[in-house]
């Protein structure tokens, strides 16, 4: 059974930084693409962010482009994300999603960023 | 970037009848391989997202064949035949076919009426 369990959400100033992780099993996680999708508190989903298998290609969206920064471990089946720089607006529960198709979905973990 | 535009964007439905959400895309979504990269999703409330058709047409796993997927080109269709409870919550399209970005509809909330 495929798991994905996002970690690190927290209560942060604007301006602060933070790193979400995302622990995979039950597929072999160095085979896909991931990504990391938010949903900000009573909105629509909104695509971050994409890293390859092999973590040569990533991908932003205009959104955080220059701020966060996508990463993996395949040793250890886990996705990150380094969130620098955060507004108020980058408010949401965070969510990793397997696979360019979106297959399966995290539970998700809430930043909350404020004063 | 590809826009999609799900509509109606409330759907109150009684129980027992069907439903149906469109979802267009602002250019075609046929990939240069053939496919069409166009994918919906269920988010019940207080859950995170799950897919439940895949390729326009193709049923994940586990998904009551009540859930139908049909379209082509920029139009497509999300039907549900016979509502139950359960199916309450919002409904999201999601084209992979001209990314990054990825792109997903505003979403369709569907109640029971």
């Known amino acids: 059974e495929v798991q994905l369990v996002e970690s690190g959400g927290a209560l942060v100033q604007p301006g602060e930084s933070l790193r979400l992780s995302c622990a995979a099993s039950?597929?072999?996680?160095?085979?896909?693409?991931m990504n990391w999708v938010r949903q900000a508190p009573g909105k629509g989903l909104e695509w971050l962010s994409s890293i390859s298998d092999s973590a040569s290609t990533r991908y932003y969206a205009d959104s955080v482009k220059g701020r966060f920064s996508i990463s993996r471990d395949n040793a250890e089946s886990s996705l990150y994300l380094q969130m620098n720089s955060l507004r108020a607006e980058d408010t949401a529960v965070y969510y990793c999603a397997r696979g360019g198709w979106h297959a399966d979905w995290g539970q998700g973990t809430l930043v909350t960023v404020s004063s | 970037d590809v826009v999609l535009t799900q509509s109606p964007l409330s759907l109150p439905v009684t129980l027992g009848q069907p439903a149906s959400i469109s979802c267009r895309s602002s250019?075609?979504?046929?990939?240069?391989?053939?496919?069409?990269?166009l994918h919906w999703f269920q988010q019940r409330p207080g859950q995170s997202p799950r897919r439940l058709i895949c390729?326009?047409?193709n049923r994940d796993s586990g998904v009551p064949d009540r859930f139908s997927g049909s379209g082509s080109g920029t139009d497509f269709t999300l039907k549900i035949s016979r509502v139950e409870a359960e199916d309450v919550g919002v409904y999201y399209c999601?084209?992979?076919?001209?990314?990054?970005?990825?792109?997903f509809g505003q979403g369709t909330k569907l109640e029971i009426k």
């Open positions: 039950g597929f072999t996680f160095s085979s896909f693409e």
């Open positions: 999601m084209q992979g076919t001209h990314w990054p970005p990825y792109t």
């Open positions: 390729k326009v047409f």
């Open positions: 250019q075609s979504l046929v990939s240069s391989d053939g496919n069409t990269y």
